[in-house]
């Protein structure tokens, strides 16, 4: 699953799925099991989940449903078809959460059953011996808040659009229907949906049969999966939906889109094929499913889900051809294929292994983007997903762990960025075709089961008669990366270059002291060496004989370790570095390096690289290090590299224009406006207006405030920059907007103008017409918009919205409703001030820094009397400086 990692990203999981942003509104609630084990120290094994026991293998599940768009509710019969492993079986218990149960049938004579708050368990007169076949059939009705999600004009959604889906992972399922819900059962399944005439109906496997019931005129679609997969990758998707259509080989391609969103189905699904023939090439193993499928559905709670041949999308990854090269679904839909092997064929056995799904995934859509884009296009990738990971602070989980609550919490960078650097660096140590035939050695024998970590440590073990013991083990059951710190010098006379390496991380119980090989590159007038120092001990030089001294001095130059490396280089090499067009790493890594040095020389030498370098990615540096300088050379710099080929630079240029307080820099933004056509250009420019108050601003922003756009994103960015101009004078035209325009908002924009509204009304002395606005929302039936009225009403500070938060906050049952609810009372009730009020908490900043410097005057004022002193000869006279007297 495509998840959106908040604070790393964003897409991968994203972060690496552009065009994908997520509102964490909508995503799968998990209560945690009150156990005796929940007190448990965290690092406790009492603590610790595992895979549950299986008394009785699955064989074979039928679910027959029947949706009530309008109620939207569910009637269905699940028939479970099983058999008991190791001993007789006389109590069967399945996992299932508010479901009513009105019948339960079975080929054993059943005794009885009964309904608890996570489980039906269903008690057979007599036991079932090992190794019988027998099934149960439970007729049930549902309201689902989880697992499957409606979409209807009642909510709020377009009409014609129409549609449900349903989402498994982690544990949603038993929200539906009644079921087996652990990754470590696998089976056969079939699901029969009816709906009205014209509806189209997606599900896993092949399509069966579809005829209409006579007695009720609805559609009858008839899906079966007769290969073995995980009961959360179970999917239907029904509605109303447009259709492409392609082929791989003997592969039907679908990609379903609600019928609004038709027009740019096309520029999601073009990459389909390609993705899928460069898989089959690349993992060995041909595609393992009858059909591939993908649905984009709307307000998705992920940013994709790779049910097996059936992939669900969010609506967020469409994009209109306008934003050229900057938008893409390239890498969400080369993540989601590839969980078609590595997820979907074989499946971890539990959520601590959870990495051997995402990590592949991750990994498998850099690889394609690299087969794609070239060379360059994978080492940078790979550059900006270790960047980000060593970015992280307080990284102290290891990938594989049982330490934790609920499968939701594995579901984070570790799984997903950090576990696909260390295939790579798997992929680095093995050799690529080793390394292939591992893979297709692991794919291969556990088709259809279940993977631990250790099956793949045996399976490269095996083949390349390696021990990975240690790798393993600091990589993936322990935490962090090495942090190196590393010096060069040179000694002319014995012709040596020496490299000293030191490990910095902190170590403790979960990080360890690292063990790797570390590839150093030299290059100069006697051409390129390569070189590797083995790196193991905290601190250690490493002398090299080269023929003269090198001009380039590279650390890791091919991306092949996870580490935060610290290497400053003499000036003339970094400009060596800066040219060489054979290393892009190397290139960006000089930029950032000249980033920090700030003078004139360093901010000439990267306008040329932001206008001159042939790599899109080294330009983007170049504009991002301009900024970081911040200089008026650096803005200059910027506004004369505009003219830019590639739409991604080109926007990257806009952005960092925009971080400038300059009258240049608003001129810019406002010619933008009315010449650019690149609509995510003129968001970046839109949301760059917020920081001024010229007259012209408030004119412009109000044009797209009201204006039409894709997704309504240029208003997103009105709204956005409204919010920098913190002016309750805005108040009023945002609610008209909100009031007369709520259709054309996607939700999440949506819910961004409430907060919006609630913050710029925040310190006004009347709210009576705002608060009365919001109030009207908070029973909204997308809950996405719901949950944004009730925690725009905590932003709004208005006491007397107290009763209405507490209807919610009281509920019996936990629900993200609840917890919103509670934390706006708690802020109410403590009179505190929103978090981001910039404005209160940038003069709190002013005023440390004021006392600050005249605490450090007085101090150095301190100083210079008491060196005075020790100074002065004896008896020699010390002038006095009379200090007035301070008031308190």
């Not at 307000?299 to 893409?328: C, K, Q, Y």
């Not at 601590?352 to 940078?380: C, M, P, V």
């Not at 325009?741 to 509204?757: H, I, M």
């Not at 609840?818 to 009179?831: K, V």
Request: proline share 5%; aromatic share 10%.
């Amino acid at each position: 699953m495509k998840r959106i990692l908040r604070g790393v990203i964003l897409g991968a999981a994203v972060c690496l799925f552009p065009g994908a942003a997520w509102a964490n509104t909508e995503e799968e609630i998990i209560e945690c099991s009150k156990s005796a084990a929940f007190l448990a120290p965290p690092g406790s094994p009492g603590h610790w989940q595992y895979a549950p026991d299986r008394e009785v293998e699955v064989l074979h599940v039928a679910l027959d449903v029947t949706p009530d768009f309008k109620a939207r509710t569910v009637q269905g019969q699940a028939t479970i078809q099983f058999r008991p492993l190791a001993k007789p079986v006389q109590e069967l218990k399945l996992d299932a959460v508010d479901l009513n149960v009105s019948a339960v049938t079975g080929t054993e004579k059943i005794q009885a059953y009964q309904i608890t708050q996570e489980n039906l368990i269903i008690t057979f007169a007599e036991p079932i011996s090992a190794e019988h076949e027998a099934s149960v059939t439970i007729t049930y009705q549902a309201e689902p808040t989880q697992g499957m999600y409606f979409r209807t004009p009642e909510q709020g959604y377009k009409e014609g659009d129409t549609h449900l889906f349903t989402q498994g992972e982690a544990i949603e399922a038993r929200h539906w229907y009644p079921c087996f819900d652990s990754p470590n059962e696998k089976f056969t399944s079939e699901i029969t949906c009816r709906v009205p005439a014209g509806m189209t109906v997606v599900s896993n496997g092949r399509q069966v049969s579809e005829e209409t019931a006579g007695a009720t005129g609805l559609k009858v679609v008839h899906w079966s999966q007769d290969k073995p997969h995980a009961n959360y990758l179970i999917s239907l998707v029904a509605g109303y939906f447009t259709k492409l259509e392609d082929k791989h080989n003997d592969v039907p391609l679908t990609f379903y889109t609600v019928p609004s969103e038709s027009k740019e189905a096309a520029n999601s699904f073009r990459d389909t094929k390609a993705i899928m023939e460069y898989f089959e090439e690349e993992i060995g193993v041909p595609y393992p499913w009858a059909k591939y499928s993908q649905v984009c559905v709307n307000d998705f709670v992920a940013g994709g889900m790779e049910n097996t041949s059936a992939t669900t999308l969010t609506d967020s990854t469409l994009f209109t051809s306008a934003t050229e090269n900057i938008r893409t679904s390239e890498h969400l839909i080369a993540h989601e294929m590839a969980h078609q092997w590595f997820g979907d064929l074989v499946t971890c056995k539990d959520w601590s292994h959870i990495w051997l799904n995402e990590g592949f995934a991750t990994y498998y859509e850099a690889l394609f983007n690299g087969h794609k884009d070239g060379r360059d296009a994978l080492l940078y990738g790979l550059y900006e997903r270790g960047h980000q990971i060593t970015s992280m602070s307080n990284d102290v989980n290891a990938i594989v762990r049982r330490s934790y609550d609920a499968p939701r919490e594995m579901f984070g960078y570790l799984s997903y960025t950090k576990a696909s650097m260390v295939l790579h660096m798997l992929r680095c140590q093995l050799g690529e075709e080793l390394y292939r035939r591992c893979i297709k050695t692991y794919l291969e024998r556990h088709r259809y089961g279940n993977v631990t970590t250790e099956d793949l440590r045996s399976v490269i073990e095996e083949l390349s008669g390696r021990s990975f013991d240690q790798f393993f083990d600091q990589w993936l059951y322990h935490a962090h990366y090495p942090e190196i710190e590393a010096s060069y010098s040179w000694d002319e006379r014995a012709k040596l270059a020496k490299l000293s390496i030191r490990q910095v991380q902190r170590l403790s119980e979960s990080v360890l002291l690292f063990d790797f090989p570390l590839p150093i590159r030299f290059q100069g007038n006697f051409g390129q060496v390569e070189r590797q120092a083995h790196v193991s001990e905290r601190e250690d030089d490493f002398y090299f004989p080269l023929a003269s001294a090198p001009q380039i001095v590279r650390l890791d130059p091919e991306c092949t370790l996870l580490a935060k490396i610290s290497f400053p280089v003499p000036t003339p090499m970094l400009y060596a570095q800066l040219t060489n067009d054979n290393d892009v790493v190397g290139r960006v890594l000089a930029v950032e390096q000249l980033g920090d040095k700030r003078d004139k020389e360093s901010v000439a030498r990267l306008k040329r690289t932001l206008g001159q370098d042939a790599f899109y990615g080294v330009r983007l540096e170049a504009s991002r290090a301009l900024r970081s300088i911040h200089s008026d050379e650096a803005l200059e710099a910027l506004l004369a590299s505009t003219d830019q080929p590639d739409a991604r630079v080109r926007h990257q240029v806009a952005a960092d224009i925009g971080g400038f307080y300059r009258d240049s820099a608003c001129e810019y933004a406002r010619k933008t406006l009315e010449h650019e056509k690149n609509p995510d250009i003129l968001a970046a420019a839109i949301r760059e207006l917020g920081g001024y108050s010229k007259p012209e601003v408030p004119e412009n922003l109000e044009r797209f405030l009201k204006g039409d756009s894709y997704h309504n994103e240029l208003a997103d960015a009105a709204v956005s920059a409204i919010r920098i101009q913190d002016d309750p004078a805005w108040i009023a035209p945002l609610l008209e907007t909100l009031s007369k325009s709520e259709a054309a908002f996607t939700s999440r924009g949506f819910a961004q103008g409430l907060d919006t509204l609630a913050y710029l009304a925040r310190n006004e002395v009347k709210k009576d017409t705002v608060r009365a606005f919001l109030v009207g929302y908070v029973n909204h039936k997308k809950r996405t918009i719901q949950l944004a009225s009730i925690n725009a009403l905590g932003v709004l500070g208005d006491p007397q919205t107290i009763p209405v938060l507490t209807k919610f906050a009281s509920a019996s049952k936990e629900s993200p409703e609840q917890h919103a609810a509670e934390r706006a009372i708690t802020d109410l009730r403590a009179g505190r001030k929103p978090v981001d009020d910039f404005k209160n908490l940038r003069q709190e900043v002013l005023d440390l820094e004021k006392a600050n410097r005249d605490l450090r005057k007085e101090l150095d004022g301190l100083k210079k009397k008491i060196d005075a002193k020790e100074l002065a000869p004896a008896g020699a006279p010390v002038k006095k400086k009379a200090l007035a007297p301070k008031s308190t």
